[in-house]
């Protein structure tokens, strides 16, 4: 059966790098037998040039129709004067909430091969690997009132609602779990209930669904706490889970942690499994078109789609395999370049990634 | 003219830790001629245990009636089950709000002498001084409505609100362009702009503030970013200012760039100038009672104190640098010694600052 992955290059360094997320795909295809079809639409400031806004309808019902998505990244300051409603961010967040990809997988690895690109000390982070799921279709993001308004005493305020239902927190607790299974079974549940009855509920919600999952060990964290222990001991960690606002602030930290933001990759996952892939970076105006950019993050995105996404668990090991190959051969993109290396652009590293599979 | 400095010892090591200040300030008052009389007051679960309440009404009114307050720390085992409104926590935010302590100083500062305590390589943290400005009494923790609440459909919800109205604004953006007056100049207002509307206020205010100042270069980062930069070049911040929760998070995180938090003081201030002042570390139960914890950040506290509120700044200096002598000098608590200093105790600690003055 024919699967459907629809492309969405964005903007900036986007199109170059799924570029070769698309060369990729085409070699599985051809070479390994991968039965997948793409397409691809325009999100973000492309979305808002080609239709007027940042996820145009039609891009939207291929979303919807799609099996998996490939997301490059979307932004640029051509795009920073726009009214609030057609940037290209609300690109991006309208297709989280649209099809509802409420699971946010963010693996913080640290490869061997880049290890020295860390800020951190090579006892500190050397062998990283940690998952954080940020919860991505609730909390501050998208709750309601919200606004700014003035009061009747002439004052303006701004005002936004940290809201979260007990099913809204199950789900994303219980993909914690389930993830937590599949490795060292340490589930780590970061809130601020200390301060907020939000993170009270979400809490209580925790510890009621750890009763499903006896063989998991799960801890609570408060936020602050967990931002200072990434930084002092990141390895304590096997799985965290945490609400949006939250998440996009640790797993940012987490993924710097590594000191190579270029490879990293992510999954935000619907109920059924369906999801959008994408690098955790952005999509860099600065030297988008140059042909510069590491398009590793993408193709690992590629890898976690075919795991989580198309149960092709095979097809995603070997493009892991293939990536590890090409580290190990010394080449690297400008962002993890050091000393003895070899300097290779986009598409040469593509390339490489595609004849090292 | 005589000021009065209010003590509150706390919980944990916090009786320990304030011992040291007083013995500190009775020194500076008996040798330097420092004009201060202290007194003392329950907070926390001591408050709890001695009034009932984390913080007794007596405590609020001496607290109100000081010129400056030191606090040690709150909370512990002993007091996670009591009631929300009665845990240890409720007093610190009380008081806060109570006294309008709307502006959070929290330096992160890396002592020469204690360069191979952080996670992170001396290149990226040698030299660090950034001062990170935290508002204190708006957002999240104050924000209503809040609560936990059974929609119509029967699904409980948990929910808060951030708010900022634009004077609470200005005046801690104000706070913070003043004290990059003072230092060198750069100010980083860090908010949640492209999505959130509290923020797009924030920044709009920052931006009116800062053509008061135009000798300070004014930049705005948002928060996931603001956690990156802080791992991957901390060195790039002079001063950071951010609303509460952000700043709770983002101030831990850049504590523990040092590795030493245990250093690490912090002031919080109202409008015309007067402070609590506290370490920024919590009141580890874990050691409490042993004797074994650092006090130098409950001295820098002390530090601040005159600096900020006191307006004794020879004597903050000379404060100052009696800690770095007995750094010098290589004496260590636990939880900074390394292999060749002298591990001493509180007591031993706080006496050898006393007689390095
Ligand atoms: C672009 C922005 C709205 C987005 C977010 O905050 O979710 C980004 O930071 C991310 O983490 O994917
Ligand atoms: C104890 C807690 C309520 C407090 C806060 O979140 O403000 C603490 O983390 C702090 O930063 O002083």
Redesign the pocket.
Known sequence: MTQNILILPGDGIGPEIVAEATRLLNALKDRFGLAVELEEAPIGGAGYDAAGKPLPDETLALARAADAILLGAVGGPRYDQLAWELRPERGLLAIRSELALFSNLRPAILYPQLASASALKPEIVGGLDIMILRELTGGAYFGKPRGIQTREDGVREGFNTIIYSEPEIERIVRSGFEIAMKRDRRLCSVD?A??LEVSQLWREVAERVAKEYPEVALSHM?V?NAAMQLVRAPKQFDVIVTENMFGDILSDAAAMLTGSIGMLPSASLDAGGKGMYEPIHGSAPDIAGQGVANPLATLLSVAMMLRYTLNEEAQAARVEAAVGRVLDQGLRTADIWTEGCRKVGTREMGEAVVAAL
């Open positions: 601020k200390n301060v408060y602050d």
